[in-house]
């Protein structure tokens, strides 16, 4: 039997600590200009464990879109490899009286699985455009630097600068608020999703480029049929009024509005590729079954959509 070596490499470093904080203070040594503190999130498989003895499959279907919803927190650990999909499909499947209690979470799992599939087919290529936008605007005109008033959290709008703050202090956000902040960023400030993209990767503890990058483009519709925006009814709704109440521009929110009138004012007019009588977006965020349109994959782009 091997035997599992326990002298500490030359160069790697230390492996135990006597408490996180000694942990914080050698990751501030080492990586001085990294942002944000330490995540509260802990790894390690006892905690991948007792995270999945939590899962609620019933509950994660009714309220999986809802910023308070019984989400799993699973997924930095499948991430590292702490935790694999088919170990959670097993435990799913183990505390469902039906399979229909467990089917949301398990094609959540699936469409993990289809991220990394579609990064083995494009390879270097999730970098790139798989199609021209949908939004009537030239892929050229979008800014191609993250702004500095996003980065710093200094935007006045209360509820991206929150959804920042989280994103740089805990290594997560809840996915509706990845979409959102995409969204916003891609639609309302005309910013490349690469940039985006990179800039969530830099943060995110559960993130790869297979699952964040094709989801930006998801949202960006360069890897969809159509955008995907939203407005302040869908912020509340799925997000209470927690941002808005503390709001400076709760007076002048750009999110304000029927989804109408927020796609006349963000999309130029575009031919019709089919007509499918659901307009370019639908309110639930969710592409349609009816695109004709292909990414260089040949994989059909409406089969894309960030959910986690």
């Known amino acids: 039997m091997p035997t599992v070596q326990t002298t500490s490499i030359p160069g790697d470093l230390p492996r135990t ?13 080492e990586f ?9 999130i ?24 809802h910023l308070k919803g019984a989400v799993t927190g699973l997924s930095p650990y499948i991430r590292h490899g702490v935790l694999t999909l088919a170990e959670v499909r097993d435990a799913v499947f183990q505390r469902i009286r039906n399979r229909n209690d467990g089917s949301k979470l398990i094609n959540e799992l699936g469409w993990r699985d289809f991220w990394q599939r579609m990064w083995l087919d494009l390879g270097e290529g999730i970098h790139d455009d798989q199609e021209e936008p ?9 800014a191609k630097e993250l702004p500095a008033d996003v980065r710093d959290g200094t935007t006045g709008l209360a509820c991206m600068d929150g959804f920042r703050d989280e994103l740089v202090s805990t290594g997560w956000l809840h996915n509706h608020a990845r979409m959102w902040m995409a969204a916003w960023l891609v639609h309302w400030r005309r910013v490349h999703w690469k940039a985006g993209a990179d800039w969530f ?43 808005c109440d503390d709001c400076s521009s709760v007076h002048r929110c750009p999110f ?53």
């Open 201 to 243: 990767l830099e943060h995110l503890i559960d993130g790869d480029p297979a699952s964040n990058h094709l989801s930006w483009q998801w949202v960006a519709s360069t890897f969809s049929h159509k955008p995907y925006f939203f407005n302040r009814d869908n912020l509340v709704r799925y997000g209470g009024t927690r941002h």
């Open 32 to 40: 001085p200009s990294a942002e944000g503190s330490l995540s509260p």
């Open 42 to 65: 802990r790894g390690g498989r006892q905690a991948a464990e007792a995270k999945l003895s939590q899962v609620n499959p019933a509950r994660y279907a009714k309220s999986r879109n």
């Open 134 to 142: 949908k939004t009537g605007h030239a892929a050229s005109s979008y």
């Open 17 to 29: 600590f006597a408490s996180r904080k000694e942990l914080e203070r050698l990751l501030v040594e």
């Open 256 to 308: 304000d509005g029927s989804y109408e009138q927020l796609e006349g004012q963000l999309f130029a007019p575009m031919p019709a590729i089919r007509s499918t009588g659901n307009g370019r977006n639908r309110r639930d965020g969710r592409p349609g079954n009816s695109s004709v349109n292909r990414g260089r994959s040949g994989a059909s782009a409406a089969l894309a959509r960030p959910k986690r």
